[in-house]
Structure formats: C-alpha cells, structure tokens
C-alpha cells in the first residue's frame, strides 16, 4: 500500500503524548520493579533508576535501554563483528553483570552476530544469573539459501536454545525481512517451508513467549505482515528509528522507509516497537563538526548519542532502544541517559529535525556499519571504506579540484587517513565488482559502484598536485 494514503501523526500530535500524562498512559515506570537496586553510581554518574516499559501482550516491563549483543568486544578490544579474533568472555560478562546490575533486563542476539559466535557468548554471561532477571530476544537467521528448509531453518532456532542455555526465549524474530529479494525471498525464508507456523506452535507450547519480526527494506513486506496481524497476533516489532531516519530514510536511499511511516502504523495497532540503529551506525553519536557545536552548544554536559536515545525513548509506543555497547563507557552513557529518561521537549524535538535537515545537506553514503555485506571474498574493507569517506566529507576532506581554496591540505588528510583507516590491500581499488556483498545490505547501497567510485576518487587525488 502507498505511504502517502496513510494518516501521518503531526509533530504537535506526536509532542503531546511526551508529558508526564501521556508517557504513564502508555506504561512507562521510573522504578526497577525488582529488577534492579538502581542505586546512584556516582563513578559513572548514574542517578535515579531505569525507566521501563510495559509490554502489553506479555506485561513484561522492559528496561527502556536494551544490549544489543551484536559488538561484543574481543580480546584484541575491538568489536567481535570486526576480523577474526575470539570473544572477550571475561568483558562480556563484566558488562552483562553491570547492565543487569543497573536496571537493563533486554539482550537482543542472533546466531549471525559476531561471525556466529554471539549467542553462545550471550548465553555463558547470562547463564550466571536468575532467569527471571533477564528477557532474551533472538532471530530467525536464515539468510543462506542452504538455510531455507524447514529442517535447516528449525535447527538453527533449537541450536538458539542450545547456545543461549535457555528452555524457552522471551522474544523470537523472523530476521531482516524485506532484504535480499523482499516478497519472494520472504516467502521462502518464512512461508513455504512452514516455518512462520512452526514457530507459531512454538508460541503455542510456551517455548517462545513473544513472537515478532525485524524490518529492512521492502515495505510491502511489512504491510503485509501487519495486514495478518488481527491472525498472527504480533507481540513486537523492531525496526531502525533515529531522528535521521525519521523523515528523510527513504531520501537518503529510494528502497527504504520513513521511520515516521513505520512507527505509526504499528502504535495504530498498538503493536510494542524494538529500535534497532537509534544511532544509525553510529553516524548519530560521531557527527559533523558543526553538528557538534549545535548539540553541545544546546546540552554542554551531554554527548552526541544522548541526544539521539533521547530522541528514540521519547515515543511512548517504544518497548525498548537497542544500544550494541562495546565498551563500559558506551554503557554507562546510555544508562545515564534512560536512568529516568528525560523526554524530547516540544522545542527539543524541533530541534533535532533542524539537525537532521541540516545533516541531510552532506552527500554521505547510507553505511550503517552493520557488516551484513561482509566477509568480502577478496579481503575488502566495505564499512571501512565507506565510512571513510562519509567521515572526510563530513569535515569537508573531499576536494573536488586543484585550483579549490585548501586544496592540498584536504588532499593530504584524505589519502593519509585513508591509508591509515584501511589496509592498502583492503581499500577500494581491489574490488572486482562480483557484486556478493550488495543483496546482504539493508540500505540497498550499490557496493561495487560506491567501491569503483571512491577508487577512482582516491587515485585522482594520488595523481594530482
């Protein structure tokens, strides 16, 4: 169905339900119900409790802040998704201890995430504590073809159990619909295989208690799962939401949606929503310079992300914002933020679409870092290099000609932070154009164009003076 034909709620409309009245309304709680002491932590300066949400089909009351699990950090301290080095066990617990310790109960994974290796990692850090301190969310990952019958698709959900070392899952995903070929993959992946009805037997047996699907891509995948809901019955739905993508996601790329689209027609239906990329890969918490100097000029004490949870917990139909936190200070801001949630202001929301407006004035390359295009088959850095690149012309290093003003200097910056952000042998101008990476991203990028371009970009700037 077209976007256009659908009632859009209005700022003003939207502002309203944000006052104290509204968010109760909707089942928002600013104590720990027993989830958590939540006592102020003056070290990482904490204070106040965590704020929840309540869902209404499960009555579960969800910490506002949930862990996305798909960064964990790895022993040489990057993130897990990134290269081929193990889980950090021993971080990963320290952080699940601390999370939980300060009010979050929602760790969001998937037997895609850090190369296959997240939901065991999950379940041994989680497996520590009572099970009844934690909701566990997990997906149906059955992107490969090989994956697409019923006994592969129903094994990877039964080896979830395994590895998560749980004998039931709180929240259950049918992963990434919309990608690759929207309907007709859809189709294979979920329907004629009969998996949507396994696990809705399973839903049935209790073995999955809330029941829902993750969003990309093509929109008439959605509209159909939400015209089946008065017969499925959908306990949740998460989908990418953050000020950017608010009103301009399909400006930036055709085949994606406007989060205002989505959000609204799920709060028709009174369906609770899970964010995912509340800072769109984190181009929300790392900011042109200008952007910067607007954010901190309005807010001195708060970063640049906080702006952006603030903006994805304001909405009183959002069970929880998912955060892939790497590093305790990561956790520690996020927590600081939803440890009560502060709501959007009418003026602060006004605010934040001025800052999208203007960020829509940068030409950038819609990467949300998510890596669904890699691993490369010939060892290319795909987000690296985009995001490169969305970062040089973000601080205004893309020099276009010899003769514009600070030529030589924007030249320079770009090639040594180039070469010092990629491996030469992993950089643009390996690509082939074998086009494998394209059908896995969610944003629809054309990968080896953006590749042949950005190559052909760099070797103007090495060739000239």
Request: glycine share 8%.
């Amino acid at each position: 169905m077209e976007q256009k034909d659908k009632k859009q709620i209005s700022r003003r409309d939207f502002l309203r339900t944000m006052g104290t009245a509204g968010l109760a309304a909707a089942g928002v709680t600013a104590c720990a119900d027993g989830t958590s002491s939540g006592d102020r932590d003056t070290a990482s300066g904490q204070q106040g409790t965590m704020t929840y949400r309540t869902n209404p089909s499960s009555g579960d009351k969800v910490s506002l802040l949930g862990y996305g699990c798909m960064r964990w950090p790895s022993v040489g301290g990057r993130s897990a998704r990134e290269g081929n080095e193990e889980i950090d066990q021993e971080m990963v617990n320290a952080l699940v201890d601390y999370a939980i310790a300060h009010g979050v109960n929602y760790f969001d994974t998937s037997p895609a995430y850090c190369q296959g290796k997240s939901e065991h990692a999950t379940g041994i850090a989680l497996s520590r504590h009572p099970r009844e301190k934690y909701f566990i969310a997990t997906k149906m990952s059955n992107f490969a073809p090989s994956t697409w019958s019923h006994e592969a698709s129903a094994g990877i959900y039964r080896n979830s159990l395994k590895e998560l070392q749980v004998d039931y899952l709180d929240y259950m995903l049918l992963h990434g619909i919309g990608m690759g070929n929207g309907m007709e993959e859809f189709k294979a992946r979920f329907l004629d295989n009969g998996i949507l009805d396994f696990l809705l037997e399973e839903r049935g047996a209790g073995r999955i208690r809330n029941l829902g699907f993750s969003y990309h891509g093509d929109v008439r995948v959605f509209d159909y799962l939400l015209s089946r809901h008065s017969e499925i019955r959908w306990d949740f739905v998460q989908i990418q939401m953050n000020y950017l993508d608010w009103e301009y996601a399909k400006q930036i790329n055709p085949r994606n949606t406007d989060a205002e689209y989505l959000y609204n027609e799920l709060a028709s239906r009174n369906i609770p929503v899970v964010i995912m990329e509340p800072l769109l890969g984190g181009r929300l918490s790392n900011v042109p310079d200008n952007i910067f100097t607007m954010l901190k000029r309005r807010e001195p004490g708060s970063s640049a992300a906080s702006w952006a949870f603030r903006f994805a917990g304001s909405f009183p139909g959002v069970l929880t914002v998912l955060s892939g936190m790497t590093r305790m200070e990561h956790l520690q801001d996020n927590l600081k933020t939803y440890s009560p949630l502060d709501p959007l202001t009418e003026e602060e929301f006004s605010f934040l679409q001025e800052i999208a407006a203007r960020m829509m004035q940068f030409d950038t390359i819609p990467c949300n870092d998510c890596k669904y295009c890699m691993p490369c088959p010939y060892g290319i850095d795909i987000p690296a290099i985009l995001l490169h690149y969305n970062k040089c012309l973000n601080e205004g290093n893309t020099p276009s000609s010899p003769a514009q003003e600070g030529y030589r200097k924007a030249r320079r910056a770009y090639l040594v932070s180039y070469d010092r952000s990629v491996p030469k042998l992993r950089q643009a101008d390996h690509c082939i154009g074998c086009g494998q990476c394209s059908p896995h991203c969610p944003q629809r990028i054309n990968i080896p164009g953006e590749m042949q371009r950005i190559s052909r970009y760099a070797e103007k700037l090495r060739t000239s003076e």
